[in-house]
């Protein structure tokens, strides 16, 4: 049986986030507690703001239904 070249990103959903490149955590890149908030730039196709809910001893945050499966990034802003 001959091998079979497969095209890169066939597999791949649409409307997927591209991969960020991962570099080494630099000491100044997250703030210690105290000094302040921090300016974010993010890319992305939607957002929602919503309030964190207890959930055992931990916090959830329900997102919507056509969501599941899609990279997200939370950012707590207070």
Do not use: H, Q
């Not at 079979?4 to 955590?25: L, Q, R």
């Not at 100044?28 to 000094?35: D, H, L, V």
């Amino acid at each position: 049986m001959l091998p079979i070249k497969i095209p890169e990103g066939i597999f791949e959903k649409s409307n997927k986030m591209p991969v960020e490149k991962k570099t080494k955590k630099e000491d100044n890149a997250t703030p210690a507690k105290g000094r302040g908030k921090v300016k974010l730039e993010i890319y992305g196709e939607e957002m929602v703001e919503k309030i964190v809910k207890l959930s055992g001893n931990s916090g959830r945050v329900y997102l919507p239904p056509d969501w599941v499966g899609c990279r997200v990034k939370i950012v707590r802003v207070d």
